[in-house]
T-cell receptor, first 113, second 109 residues
Framework: KAGVTQTPRYLIKTRGQQVTLSCSPISGHRSVSWYQQTPGQGLQFLFEYFSETQRNKGNFPGRFSGRQFSNSRSEMNVSTLELGDSALYLC????????????FGPGTRLTVL | AQRVTQPEKLLSVFKGAPVELKCNYSYSGSPELFWYVQYSRQRLQLLLRHISRESIKGFTADLNKGETSFHLKKPFAQEEDSAMYYCALSGGSARQLTFGSGTQLTVLP
């Protein structure tokens, strides 16, 4: 079956702009989690959605938000971009959540200038 | 709060030598622990999980609740084992994976 896909793969934005990233999970997976990966902080959990509901949120400011659609596809949005938001954003899907095997996408590389 | 510590950022061993990647965790309940691996130019993927108690690609990991550790071991390292290894913890109703900072393993010929 097809793996997790993320679009776009690369993105360049300037400070103050907003950005929307998309994640399509493996068919049948209802849980989608988002992570921010940076050299300094490593992999940090952003939030998890299950059946269109946000079940958990990491320690990130309110500028980071997300949603999940009825087909389990998920988007995350970052408003008022800051230089420090430059990172690789990974999404992962699973059948039921963190205790299940997470299948990761290739990531979206966001650069904020 | 849950925390995962991987004390070694870099680890180099020679082919055929034993390898151990350390992972310590902090969690008050009963955790579920995982090792994820990222090979060069590939996606992050699950290597093994403590609940299944299986050996994958020759790697094993035992959960030691007394020492709060979940070290990853392989008796004879291979060059293809060179990768970034992440230890991760999922605890209770947290419904999130907390990752360690990762260990870059290099197996030298």
């Amino acid at each position: 079956k097809a793996g997790v896909t993320q679009t776009p793969r690369y993105l360049i934005k300037t400070r103050g702009q907003q950005v929307t990233l998309s994640c399509s999970p493996i068919s049948g997976h209802r849980s989608v989690s988002w992570y921010q990966q940076t050299p300094g902080q490593g992999l940090q959990f952003l939030f998890e959605y299950f059946s269109e509901t946000q079940r958990n949120k990491g320690n990130f400011p309110g500028r980071f938000s997300g949603r999940q659609f009825s087909n389990s596809r998920s988007e995350m949005n970052v408003s008022t971009l800051e230089l420090g938001d430059s990172a690789l954003y990974l999404c992962a899907s699973s059948l039921a959540g963190a205790s299940d095997t997470q299948y990761f996408g290739p990531g979206t590389r966001l650069t904020v200038l | 709060a849950q925390r995962v510590t991987q004390p070694e950022k870099l680890l180099s061993v020679f082919k055929g030598a034993p390898v151990e990647l350390k992972c310590n965790y902090s969690y008050s309940g009963s955790p579920e622990l995982f090792w994820y691996v990222q090979y060069s130019r590939q996606r992050l993927q699950l290597l093994l999980r403590h609940i299944s108690r299986e050996s994958i690609k020759g790697f094993t990991a035992d959960l030691n609740k007394g020492e709060t550790s979940f070290h990853l071991k392989k008796p004879f390292a291979q060059e293809e084992d060179s990768a970034m290894y992440y230890c991760a913890l999922s605890g209770g109703s947290a419904r999130q994976l907390t990752f360690g900072s990762g260990t870059q393993l290099t197996v030298l010929p």
